[in-house]
């Protein structure tokens, strides 16, 4: 099947220049990085972690959060509240 894509001119330098290393077409490159990106997950490999589970606070934001820096106070609004307020407001 043919379609047309518009990519970013730098990232289709890139793709381009990958594709001239590997010996290949960029088809085959586009091919290659559509097919690795729609594997079912349980086909991907089970010891990549992602980096969100690996993430750390840093030590001042470690110490706010351990002080309750963060939880709502009575009367603060819940943010789905102010989202709707904010989205009610926007020119259409």
Do not use: C
């Not at 097919?35 to 589970?53: G, K, M, N, Y």
């Amino acid at each position: 099947m043919k379609t047309t894509i518009d990519i970013p001119e730098v990232l289709y330098k890139k793709a381009k220049i990958r594709a001239i290393e590997r010996g290949q077409t960029l088809k085959q490159i586009v091919i290659t990085s559509l097919e690795r990106e729609l594997e079912p997950a349980a086909e991907l490999d089970p010891t990549h972690t992602s980096p969100w589970a690996n993430r750390k606070l840093l030590p001042v934001f470690s110490r706010l959060q351990a002080a309750g820096a963060f939880k709502p106070r009575p009367g603060d609004r819940d943010i789905t509240e102010l989202i709707s307020e904010d989205r009610d407001d926007r020119p259409l």
